[in-house]
């Protein structure tokens, strides 16, 4: 039996997963050893390819049922994929101004900015950087800032350079008193600190780290 729970709490956002809550499609794929809660700010989960990153962010979001157990999330829930794409004969612009909420769209286009992103481009036009740096930019500026949020990202630093993963990573501690964030990646330097970590290796699902952890200590942990 699996239970999922939302609801919202004065405390601010939180995503609580319990022991015992098993993944997979049909088979088990990962199961949690012990309750993990996760509050306000940025947490990493961090696996080898294959081993479930992405099949617990669309179960935790509903997208896939869990074969057991439960968890609960404490605000409104988002999963901002890998795979966000928009009609190739817009511009950056167009779908900004489409698709983000127009009290967010001047941060939205600040954001931008720093992102070197030329909004003016068409969308077809864009390095797969550059596109994937849309995609991130309308999802981030439909979290609604007066509510507690939940977010779930897939392997959003894919295709960014240094400059574009480290403004994301800026705007979310400016952000991070309404917002959990739950980010699945791969980084490619070993000094990324990562005071929060969600690992899954060997089938097990697990809080990783004491608050002082960079990629370098946790990958030799993963199998």
Same mark, same amino acid.
């Given at each position: 039996?699996?239970?999922?729970?939302? /609801?919202?709490?004065?405390?601010?956002?939180?995503?609580?997963?319990?022991?015992?809550?098993?993944?997979?499609?049909?088979?088990?794929?990962?199961?949690?050893?012990? !309750?993990?809660?996760?509050?306000? +700010?940025?947490?990493?989960?961090?696996?080898?390819?294959?081993?479930?990153?992405?099949?617990?962010?669309?179960?935790?979001?509903?997208?896939?049922?869990?074969?057991?157990?439960?968890?609960?999330?404490?605000?409104?829930?988002?999963?901002?994929?890998?795979?966000?794409?928009?009609?190739? =004969?817009?511009?950056?612009?167009?779908?900004?101004?489409?698709?983000?909420?127009?009290?967010?769209?001047? =941060?939205?286009?600040? *954001?931008?900015?720093?992102?070197? #992103?030329?909004?003016?481009?068409?969308?077809?036009?864009?390095? &797969? %950087?550059?596109?994937?740096?849309? %995609?991130?930019?309308? +999802? =981030?500026?439909?979290?609604?800032?007066?509510? !507690?949020?939940?977010? #779930?990202?897939?392997?959003? &630093?894919?295709?960014?350079?240094?400059?574009?993963? =480290?403004? &994301?990573?800026? /705007?979310?501690?400016?952000?991070?008193?309404?917002?959990?964030? *739950?980010?699945?990646?791969?980084?490619? &330097?070993?000094?990324?600190?990562?005071? @929060?970590?969600?690992?899954?290796?060997?089938?097990?699902?697990?809080?990783? %780290?004491?608050?002082?952890?960079?990629? %370098?200590?946790?990958? @030799?942990?993963?199998?």
């Amino acid at each position: 039996m699996s239970v999922r729970e939302e /609801h919202c709490s004065p405390a601010g956002p939180a995503l609580t997963i319990g022991p015992g809550l098993s993944i997979g499609y049909g088979s088990v794929l990962a199961e949690s050893t012990d !309750a993990i809660a996760l509050g306000k +700010g940025v947490h990493y989960l961090l696996a080898r390819n294959g081993r479930g990153k992405t099949t617990l962010l669309k179960t935790l979001v509903g997208l896939i049922n869990p074969i057991n157990g439960n968890y609960s999330i404490s605000g409104e829930t988002q999963f901002i994929g890998d795979e966000l794409s928009f009609d190739r =004969e817009l511009s950056s612009r167009l779908v900004f101004k489409s698709l983000i909420p127009v009290n967010r769209q001047e =941060e939205a286009f600040s *954001l931008a900015d720093k992102l070197e #992103l030329d909004v003016s481009k068409s969308y077809g036009a864009l390095s &797969f %950087g550059n596109r994937k740096k849309v %995609g991130l930019v309308v +999802g =981030e500026f439909n979290i609604d800032p007066d509510l !507690a949020s939940v977010v #779930l990202f897939d392997e959003p &630093f894919t295709g960014l350079d240094t400059l574009a993963r =480290e403004c &994301f990573i800026s /705007h979310w501690a400016e952000t991070s008193d309404k917002a959990a964030r *739950l980010v699945s990646c791969h980084p490619d &330097f070993d000094e990324m600190e990562m005071p @929060s970590a969600v690992m899954i290796s060997e089938g097990r699902i697990f809080k990783g %780290g004491d608050g002082r952890q960079t990629w %370098g200590e946790f990958k @030799s942990l993963l199998n």
